[in-house]
């Protein structure tokens, strides 16, 4: 699906398709367009109309792709990550927008829903004057929408991780490893999309590029601040995350070495009388202890149980149990 925006003599309005005559260096038109799942139809407009590069035309149809920048002359190539809202509950999961620069047109490209590119076509639709800063302007409003998005999903990560540590240190459980590699993954993927993405927004605040100005570099500048900041909190949760997961493969081990003492004190008490019991049942004859055959059984009954005490106050006196 194609969304078209053109914005001329102060008024955006919506087009059905795109003119080459808008792109005319003379023309003071401006394009949004604005590409949701193209099809391979839609698509030839990348290259028949806009002259964009066969190798960034195929990297903006496929839809996983790490965050980067790129130059081709006359138009800028960037790739960025936007949330997934439609991933599973307990999953952090992105998806790629793919954006076309140049002074005259921006292109996005997308596959499903995106929430900010949705929010604001709504709003290009209705206020003219979100065109008309220029193309540049109106990717830093998507751009700073896409990040505005990762807080809350953070704010998720790090309610999830104070949940995991409290369940390691207060209900040790060996399902809880399972969870805390879930968290690990989770961990795993918000670094590698935020540190190339600081990367490549922060070359658009150095104004590495003649399309950015002075005053949207201050605004790119606040953008790379808070993917700094994300980057930050990525790192800091993956050693949080690292320690909990050795705290739970420590308590877990102390919790079987727990489990295994009880078990060896209990093989160890019985051992004795183990043998005790079979030299009784044995078909040959055995010195009896005093009062005859009826306190017999009487008297093994009595050794077992001095012999169970006097272990038991051993290992006691040892501090093993």
Not at 32 to 37: A, G, H, I, K, R
């Amino acid at each position: 699906m194609i969304k078209v925006f053109k914005h001329e003599n102060g008024v955006t309005t919506s087009a059905e398709g795109v003119d080459p005559a808008w792109l005319d260096p003379g023309k003071n038109i401006l394009l949004w367009v604005v590409m949701d799942n193209p099809t391979p139809e839609e698509a030839r407009l990348l290259s028949d109309v806009f002259h964009i590069h066969e190798l960034s035309i195929e990297d903006a149809l496929n839809e996983i792709h790490h965050p980067k920048i790129e130059s081709y002359g006359d138009y800028l190539y960037l790739i960025l990550h936007g949330i997934d809202f439609q991933a599973r509950q307990h999953r952090f999961q992105t998806k790629d927008v793919d954006f076309f620069l140049s002074p005259k047109f921006l292109i996005t490209v997308h596959h499903g829903k995106s929430r900010s590119i949705d929010k604001l076509t709504g709003i290009c639709a209705r206020n003219s004057q979100l065109l008309g800063e220029g193309t540049a302007a109106l990717m830093h409003r998507v751009i700073d929408a896409l990040v505005d998005n990762y807080r809350p999903e953070t704010d998720k990560l790090k309610e999830r991780l104070d949940r995991l540590e409290t369940e390691v240190f207060e209900k040790p459980n060996p399902k809880l490893a399972r969870q805390i590699l879930d968290f690990k993954r989770d961990v795993a993927s918000l670094r590698q999309v935020v540190l190339p993405q600081r990367d490549a927004v922060g070359r658009l605040a150095r104004r590495e590029f003649p399309v950015i100005t002075e005053q949207l570099a201050y605004r790119f500048r606040d953008v790379h601040d808070h993917l700094v900041r994300l980057s930050d909190e990525a790192t800091f949760f993956q050693d949080r995350i690292s320690g909990i997961l050795d705290a739970h493969l420590s308590a877990v081990s102390n919790q079987l070495n727990s489990v295994m003492k009880v078990l060896t004190l209990i093989s160890t008490i019985f051992l004795p009388l183990t043998v005790l019991t079979g030299m009784y049942g044995m078909n040959v004859t055995l010195p009896h202890m005093p009062g005859g055959d009826p306190w017999q059984f009487w008297w093994v009954v009595g050794i077992m149980v001095a012999l169970s005490a006097s272990m038991i106050a051993y290992f006691r006196s040892r501090g093993w149990i």
